[in-house]
């Protein structure tokens, strides 16, 4: 009865909302808005410690958290021409390297104990570094900062990770599109011989050594050079004191940093085009140099900018994409930078086949931004989306204080907000067509299309010459052997774990072999159980079969290309796994023990009686080697994108035919023990012939 009741109800007012008068609803367009209030930039007490540091603290009780944001004026642009990618390399191992007393994985831990970060990264014109904890383990979290900041040990080991993971990233800069068009168009406009445009290759990385990231950082991180703000739950006056005396033994001292390079590029429009057959649409970037923030049209150009091409009410927006149905995406904007130009950029994607239409409707966009002054609704539009996006710049004392910071750094003045503010406020249709006419003109925008020519409706050519653009990615020239100190101790090492494995003549004998094993995988998920048969063919080939739960599944490479097997069927062997085997044949045991015999490999020693072992391509392997017994213990190399390095430990020595080979292998990633095989059988000199090897 009481549902009954409650439905006779609900119909009874559905029936009373119908026979209603329909509710007036005001239109979005008469709503009102109350003034957006001025941003409210803190002053934060600013004081220069003892040891020339100069230092901005601003106290914020809201939370209990203590936080700090320190610029080091350095920057990417400092790389030396050979030794390109040398600045980001040394911020990165400057914090997972550790200090003298603490690995990096130690400060890891510590810090994930008390819920403390501690960050360092490098920019193409400051270097950062950041911390942040708990008002209750500040001290604590302050005291490894000091540590990181001021005692980096920059350990091979993390070197090594993170020049495998800056190897990687050269291997996959062109899977992209869009990364692809933004890279070459910086490179085109700024010069690929400047440091503003060049690109680092596998070469620069090969001659980039432990001593170098040390210098780097003996120059550039001194406290004369640094400016640190912190911010947060604390007393102003007992955070001075307490960074003083935290501070007080630094006292580094080095010749003031010089100015950055100039940007000394001139105007470079054109067409040019990067083929790239495996994608289904066209990806462009267009532009060209613009300024800096203190250039006077500066304001004028940011609002030109937004009315042409930020937000669903451009012109590039309803036009190409709504009105023509071209673009998947598009949007413009200018760039400029603090202290040295920018770029004015347009960027987006358009189906092959409309690629050319698509560059000329942009053009002729531009165009129209130049013949006639823009209408008053766009101005006003624009104006306040450029207004109000400052309350995201400032929204929390945190990012206020950072970007305070940040004008410090580069030398603007205090009331550079305010003033910027009051600029855009002021800017006219006069001014947007103004800045137009005198920047920006079709004709001199270079133009960069990643796309696959094949499916265009037009050829590119019909808008202009078109120069192609090479993305080739050179190969890595042979490794340059280590300095002879390092190499006869390192060879020495070599030589003796020979001897204990059964000799140089032996292992050089050896042309083939079957390796069969158990394998437990760990996996989250749980054990997996495999069996596991590895044969070895010299010089390159290699044959792996194993029996897993879904089947069984062969994978071969003669060490250029491969396929694999699946119970589903025959494949060619994916880019990433031909990789994998490749490294996999580079760290064969017996061919790392015969490293000083190879031209293409560099040996030199390592740490606690170790080697490292590098690759023409840069990659290492280090190995390391029982003092008592000579032979190898663990070899420790980079997994492809992950930050933690893979430990291989070797154990139950026996002896095979006179040659010494383990018969427990475990592999270790981030202390977590990842796989474990127990060898049945080694059998060497078999006989066997590629088609042997080979045959699917």
Known sequence: MKRRAVLIVLLAGAAFAQTRAPLAVPSYKDLK??????????EPATFTLSNGMRVFLLEDHELPLVQGYALVRTGNLFDPPEKRGLAELTADVLRAGGTHA??????????????????????????????????????????VFKEVVTDPEFRQDKLDLALAQARSGIARRNDDADGIAERELSNILYGRNTPYGWTIEYEHLARIHREDLQQFYRRYYFPKNMLLAVYGDFSAAEMKEKLEKLF????????AVPPFPAVTAKAAPGIFLAEKPDVTQTFFTIGLLGGTLRDPDYPALEVASHILGSGFTSRLMSQIRTKLGYAYSIGAGWGAAYDHPGTFRIVGSTKSATTTETITAIRAEVDKMRAAEVTEQELVTAKDSVLNGFVFFFDSPVKTLNRTLTYEYFGYPKNFLAQYQ???????RADVLRVFREHIQSNNLTIVAVGNPKDFGKPLSTLGKVEMIDLTIPEPKPAAQADPASFGQGRGLLE??????GGADKLMAIKDSIQSSHVILNTPGGDIKIVQRSVFLAPSYIRQEQDIPDGHVIAFTDGASGWQTTPEGITPMPAEVLKQAQDELSRRLVHLMLADQDASLMVQAGEKNSVRIVRSSGAAVRIEFNEATGLPVREFYPAAGDAAEVVQSFADWRDVDGVKMPYRITLEQGSKTIASAVVDEYKFNIGLTPEDVSRP
């Open 422 to 428: 009051k600029e855009i406020a002021a800017v006219t």
């Open 496 to 501: 003796r774990a020979r001897q204990a494995m």
């Open 33 to 42: 808005y109350p003034a957006l209030r001025p941003v409210q930039v803190p």
């Open 102 to 143: 603490k690995t990096g994985d130690q400060i890891d831990e510590e810090l994930e104990n008390i819920a403390g970060s501690v960050e360092s990264s490098m920019g193409e014109t400051s270097a950062s570094l950041s911390f942040s904890g708990l008002k209750e383990s500040a001290d604590a979290v302050l005291a």
């Open 248 to 255: 007080a033994d630094w006292k580094a001292e080095q010749p």
